[in-house]
């Protein structure tokens, strides 16, 4: 088995490919990538740890078919590395010897029948340009939760109907819910799918750079493939086993009457929110009191360091004085996409919505929703 290719065309599919594979695998082997040359010519780079298969496509300038596993991740650095020429990977018995231009590097060989066959992709359900989707999951991820005591919390749930896809993440201090059309290839297809938040976040990521638009393989209730996902993009895909589908009620969390709102520059709210959060403890919070035109930004109290800033606001409704655990802040403020910032409250200790202060139809909703639960302040 032998290829030759060019260096960057295949730094680039062995780091993507890589990303899957496990940091501590369960069995020395699931640390391998599988490459492959077809009998049609083709260059097929794969990993699996038995939850999340990826695999790149790619056409060789030459190659004589056969299929070779090496480790992973040491392949990805050796190709990082290799200087702007052709590389050649030749299969030498138990070895498999890299060559790029002066470098040659030699990799022992793992043994490829005891890996595991990658999964089959479920049904094609639909499809979605990458970079509308790469936005979307990164919008909504960042509030799933890292705790894997809680499976459920660490998910984002994503519910297809129709034209329509929702997706939501909590991880019980705040959700955040994000709606996108696509392109379902029935027009009335349904499901729901908790897909691991951290998993669906990288091959968003990794599919959103290709330009191309993204296919998601699902399967409807009760069809084949059914606990599995599925993403294809550019001769890329990756699957992904599902996560139990329970899940909070999250719509009923969502408030939909407000006795304040606040318009401000997501970025001059970003950078305050950041210096006074400079004397916040780790979990001490940032209070805002919202008075007039203008918010007051504090943190820290008594003996400790303080910080103050005021900055102008557009603002409606009585006054009000909340507070926030700041890291949660500013990850709704740099995921709502927007120069304005709108902030709509109803109490001090209810749920605040964090949203685009982009205009919405009469009566609609915004497609993205940040809810933040406030600290209580001690009084």
């Known amino acids: 088995m032998m290829f030759r290719i060019e260096r960057d065309v295949l730094a680039e599919a062995v780091a993507w490919t890589a990303r899957s ?75 498999a010897v890299v060559t790029c231009g002066s470098a040659r590097f030699t990799l022992l060989t793992m043994p490829v029948e005891d890996y595991p066959s990658l999964p089959a992709m479920p049904p094609a359900a639909g499809r979605v340009g990458s970079d509308v989707f790469a936005s979307a999951v990164g919008q909504v991820a960042v509030a799933a939760g890292k705790d894997d005591t809680l499976p459920m919390l660490t998910g984002v749930r994503m519910e297809i109907e129709g034209d329509t ?52 393989a699902l399967s409807s209730a009760g069809g084949t493939g059914e606990g599995m996902i599925g993403f294809s993009s550019a001769g890329r895909r990756s699957t992904t086993r599902l996560l139990d589908p329970e899940f909070p009620k999250y719509r009923s969390l969502l408030p939909t009457e407000f006795s304040a709102r606040a318009d401000l520059s997501t970025s001059a709210f970003v950078e305050a929110v950041k210096r006074v959060a400079l004397v916040a403890e780790r979990n001490t919070p940032v209070r805002l009191a919202f008075r ?84 209580r302040l001690s009084s």
């Open 21 to 95: 594979l496990p940091a501590r695998p369960s069995v020395p082997v699931l640390a391998g990538m599988r490459l492959e040359v077809t009998d049609g010519g083709q260059l097929k780079l794969s990993g699996f740890d038995y939850e999340v298969s990826a695999e790149v496509t790619l056409e060789p300038q030459s190659g004589e078919a056969g299929v070779v596993l090496v480790s992973g991740r040491l392949l990805a650095e050796i190709t990082r590395a290799l200087p702007a020429q052709p590389v050649d990977f030749v299969v030498d018995g138990a070895k």
């Open 165 to 216: 896809v929702t997706l939501a993440a909590t991880d019980r201090y705040r959700l955040a819910v994000r709606e996108l059309k696509w392109q379902p290839g029935q027009p009335d297809f349904s499901a729901i799918a908790m897909i691991p938040g951290r998993t669906l976040a990288d091959a968003a990521k990794a599919l959103g750079s290709t330009g191309a638009e993204v296919e998601i």
């Open 292 to 375: 007039g035109g203008e918010v007051v930004l504090e943190a820290g109290t008594g003996d400790e360091a303080q910080a103050v800033e005021v900055l102008p606001v557009d603002f409606d409704g009585d006054d009000i004085n909340i507070a926030f655990n700041h890291q949660f802040l500013l990850e709704g403020l740099g995921a709502i996409d927007s120069d304005v910032a709108r902030l709509q409250m109803t109490t001090s200790t209810k749920p605040a919505i964090l949203t685009g202060g982009k205009p919405v139809e009469d009566g609609g909703t915004p497609d993205y929703r940040y809810l933040i639960m406030p600290i």
